[in-house]
Structure formats: C-alpha cells, structure tokens
C-alpha cells in the first residue's frame, strides 16, 4: 500500500538554525500539506499546496515558514531561523484531488526539537 | 471558524465491551468529518469519514461513527473493544469551501484493558 514518508524521523537543532523537513508524499497525490503538533496539543494545520504554489496558510506559517516542491517526489518544510517554540511533530500530508471530503494521507512524522 | 471538541482527554474500557470515544464540532456550512487513530511513533490512520448520506458510517479494524446533526456530533463506536485498539483518537473536520483544511480536536486516548 502507498504511503507518504518523512525524513527525519528525529531532527535536533540550535535556536536561529534553518532546518529542511522532507516529505514524499503518495505519487500520484496532487494536494500537499503540513501539519503540526506541538507536545499535548492538538495537531494544527499550516499550509496547503498545489501546482507549486501555496493554496492557504495559517497564522502560524509566518516568513519563517517556506514550502517547496523541488522535484517530483519530495514536499519540502523549511523553517529559516528556528525558535525554541517551533518544536514539534511535523507531519506531512497529502490527497489525490481537492475537496473537503477527501481523506488526507499522513506520514509518520518528525520530531523537531529546537535546543 | 470551525471547531471540534473531544472532551474526554482518555476513555477507559475492559476488552470486549464496547466503547464510545465523543466527538462535537461547530462548522459554517456542511461539515465532513473524520476519525483519525494514531499509534505511539506513527502517522495519523485514516479510520472514516462522513460526507453525505447515511448518518452511520462504517470504518477501518470494525469501528463505525454516528453523525448527529441537531446535536453537532460525531461519535466514534467499536461493539467490542480490543487491548490493540489502545491509541490516540482525533477528530477532525473540514467543509466544502475551499481547499480541504483540516481542523483536529485535542484527541482522546483509548484504553483498553485486558
């Protein structure tokens, strides 16, 4: 069965760094998201992507934030300068069409966490 | 804004009993809604979903959920509960506006005891 994945499954790293989160999500999906997950709290969503452009984003997804999509596999989350409350669970998601009535595929997850 | 509310932060049940994790959400428009399951160090499972039609909905590993417009709710069931069923549960909506912005609640953790 297809899944989505994410690399790293763990990434540490100092306060002011940039980090790359990569995703490949399912091959023949078409519609692009991260979500996150801070400790105990709910999972929240930060951004939506399609055709190579961004289709919403939250409050949270400020000019830190930046997605791309470099090549035809892997989903990209970039945080430019890392802060300590950008630790989290980071998941990746993906769907074959748009449409509210569409289950959103999940990869496993990385952890970030921002020292 | 949408919102979902699971407001049982863990639901405690023996195997073989059946069980009920609550679900109420507040939506402009029609709602879709979806069960997640998450295991420790794994992604979020789809497990169902409701969009239209039959307001009970049949799902993965033999859960069902009964969506209840004039209360706003979404419950998720198991006849009979298994100790593999132990997970994190969410839910989540999202309308028919737009793209498929997904909305989670806190989620509700699922004990099943032998």
């Known amino acids: 069965e297809p899944e989505v994945t994410q690399t790293p499954s763990h990434q540490v790293t100092q306060m002011g760094q940039e980090v790359i989160l990569r995703c490949v999500p399912i091959s023949n999906h078409l519609y692009f998201y991260w979500y996150r997950q801070i400790l105990g709290q709910k999972v929240e969503f930060l951004v939506s992507?399609?055709?190579?452009?961004?289709?919403?984003k939250s409050e949270i997804f400020d000019d830190q934030f930046s997605v791309e999509r470099p090549d035809g596999s892997n989903f990209t989350l970039k945080i430019r300068s890392t802060k300590l409350e950008d630790s989290a669970m980071y998941f990746c998601?993906?769907?074959?069409?748009?449409?509210?009535?569409?289950?959103?595929?999940f990869g496993p997850g990385t952890r970030l966490t921002v020292l | 804004a949408q919102s979902v509310a699971q407001p049982e932060d863990q639901v405690n049940v023996a195997e073989g009993n059946p069980l009920t994790v609550k679900c109420t959400y507040s939506v402009s428009g029609n709602p879709y809604l979806f069960w997640y399951v998450q295991y420790p160090n794994r992604g979020l499972q789809f497990l169902l979903k409701?969009?239209?039609?039959?307001?009970l909905v049949k799902g993965s590993y033999g859960f069902e959920a009964e969506f209840n417009k004039s209360q706003t709710s979404f419950h998720l069931k198991k006849p009979s509960a298994l100790v593999s069923d132990s997970a994190l549960y969410f839910c989540a909506v999202a309308t028919n506006t737009g793209f498929q912005k997904l909305v989670f609640g806190t989620g509700t953790r699922l004990l099943v005891s032998p």
């Open positions: 409701y969009i239209t039609g039959d307001n």
């Open positions: 998601a993906s769907t074959p069409t748009s449409g509210g009535y569409n289950e959103q595929f």
């Open positions: 992507f399609y055709n190579n452009e961004i289709s919403e």
